[in-house]
């Protein structure tokens, strides 16, 4: 699913991951929490980057 640049889109990517998270579709969680982190300003940045690092741990 494809999320559109613009002011909330740093908490769009974030709730996308959550759900697709909890769903266990780990790869595309990933790739929607590293959007996350890529936009550093935004209240949501350090927990992406736990879920993130979890994920990354897990699938190595």
């Known amino acids: 699913m494809k ?4 002011r ?7 709730y996308m ?3 697709i998270h909890q769903e266990e579709n780990l ?3 990933l790739s929607h929490y590293n959007s996350v982190i890529d ?4 209240n949501n940045y350090e927990n992406a980057l736990k879920y993130a690092g ?7």
């Open 3 to 6: 999320v559109e640049n613009g």
């Open 8 to 14: 909330h889109s740093a908490d769009a990517h974030y």
């Open 17 to 19: 991951a959550r759900c």
């Open 27 to 29: 790869e595309e969680a």
């Open 39 to 42: 936009k550093v300003n935004n």
């Open 54 to 60: 979890n994920i990354s741990y897990f699938l190595e």
